[in-house]
């Protein structure tokens, strides 16, 4: 063997090791926001294409000072966690508002429609669960109700 060379089922380990996670700032994600013309009230970044994680969802979102996001959503088979990073505000859980304040965590479960509402210092919070696709249902004019 060269000095340099790894034997065949060390060579495979290190591989199959290095393959098995992903990095990403979240900063360094696409803001969907933009791209769907709601940056005035919020960021949106999706990063689960690019950790290339298949079963996982997640969602960095950042609500800016006093503004609500641009719409609400509810899904019929997953639940996601919410945790405020920084920041407040509430959340509207169909029709009860939850205030939110730094490291707070919310589970919400599947049927039950939310929305943020960020207070005057912004917030921003991180939001995982499990990925089912077509599984999310927007809805419109949640806040009016």
């Known amino acids: 063997m060269a000095g340099s060379e790894l ?3 060390a060579a495979r380990s290190l591989t199959s ?3 098995s996670y992903a990095k990403k700032n979240l900063r360094e994600v696409e803001d969907m926001a933009v791209k769907h013309g709601i940056s005035d009230t919020q960021e949106a970044r999706f990063p689960r294409g690019d950790l290339g994680a298949e079963q996982t969802g997640v969602n960095y979102l950042i609500i800016k000072p006093g503004q609500r996001e641009a719409f609400a959503h509810r899904h019929r088979e997953a639940e996601e966690i919410y945790v405020v990073l920084a920041g407040s505000g509430r959340v509207k859980l169909d029709h ?7 490291l707070d965590a919310v589970r919400v479960g599947p049927g039950v429609t939310r929305a943020f509402e960020a207070g005057h210092d912004g917030l921003e919070v991180l939001v995982f669960g499990a990925h089912v696709d077509g ?4 809805v419109q004019d949640f806040w009016a109700e």
């Open 17 to 19: 090791s290095l393959m």
């Open 135 to 138: 599984d999310g249902e927007m």
């Open 96 to 102: 009860e508002l939850v205030d939110l304040a730094p």
């Open 7 to 9: 034997p065949v089922d």
